[in-house]
């Protein structure tokens, strides 16, 4: 089992950044790490991810070029560092983890609230 431990929520005003961050109790196990996030009121949708091992990354054409994942080896932890924030990225953001059995996203945070005001 994978305990995916999020921290770095906030309020923020449009333009502004905030990072995230992700940190797998049990990294050996993990394959893939995901942001997810969910809007009021809409679906959850991912964000970005990262191979834990190759490090290669994906984004939703939504966050391109604003958002970036990375990991840290060292510290064990995935970051999701995310600049020029809109309203429209106000949302509860979850860290996902993949393992290495499964193809799906297993393992989730508790979430943490991204509010961006205008």
């Known amino acids: 089992q994978v305990q995916l431990v999020e921290s770095g929520g906030g309020m923020v005003q449009a333009g502004e950044s905030l990072r995230l961050s992700c940190a797998p109790s049990?990294?050996?196990?993990?394959?893939?790490v995901g942001w997810f996030r969910q809007p009021p009121g809409k679906e959850r949708e991912i964000v970005a991810s990262?191979?834990?091992?190759?490090?290669?990354?994906s984004y939703a054409d939504s966050v391109m070029d604003r958002f970036t994942i990375s990991r840290d080896n060292a510290r064990k932890t995935v970051f999701l560092q995310m600049n020029s924030l809109k309203p429209e990225d106000t949302a509860v953001y979850y860290c996902?983890?993949?393992?290495?059995?499964?193809?799906?996203?297993?393992?989730w945070g508790q979430g943490t609230q991204v509010t961006v005001s205008s």
């Open positions: 990262i191979n834990w091992d190759q490090g290669t990354t």
């Open positions: 996902a983890a993949k393992g290495r059995v499964f193809s799906n996203y297993v393992y």
């Open positions: 049990r990294p050996t196990l993990v394959r893939n």
